[in-house]
């Protein structure tokens, strides 16, 4: 795309994606949760290769947000934490998909 081509592209809504969401661990996070009904957080930290901090910093976030929602647990004497995603956190992954399908698709014509 030449310069004079790229004049009508409208790049404002790259400004207006959920920036929540689109931050790449906390990407992985909703759409790891996505997928499954729900997760606990070794499982996740497996996945996302986070660290216990990174993953814990951003779970905070997410449940801020209420994107997500935190359950703990004991099993037996061992604590549990599940994670699933709320129906906010689902409305808020697909509009984040759907925006960025968007925005690629405007990009390239």
């Given at each position: 795309m030449s310069p004079?081509?790229?004049e009508g592209t409208d790049l404002q809504p790259i400004a207006d994606i959920d920036q929540l969401v689109h931050q790449?661990?906390?990407?992985?996070?909703l759409a790891v949760?996505?997928?499954v009904?729900?997760?606990?957080?070794l499982f996740l930290m497996h996945q996302t290769g986070l660290t216990r901090g990174?993953?814990?910093?951003?779970?905070?976030k997410l449940e801020a947000a209420e994107y997500i929602d935190i359950k703990k647990e004991f099993v037996g004497k061992i604590p549990r934490t599940l994670l699933h995603l709320t129906d906010k956190g689902r409305g808020a992954f697909q509009t984040y998909r759907h925006d960025m399908i968007q925005?690629?698709?405007?990009?390239v014509g």
């Open positions: 004079t081509e790229m790449p661990s906390r990407l992985m996070i949760l996505y997928v009904e729900s997760a606990d957080f990174n993953l814990s910093s951003h779970m905070s925005v690629l698709e405007d990009l």
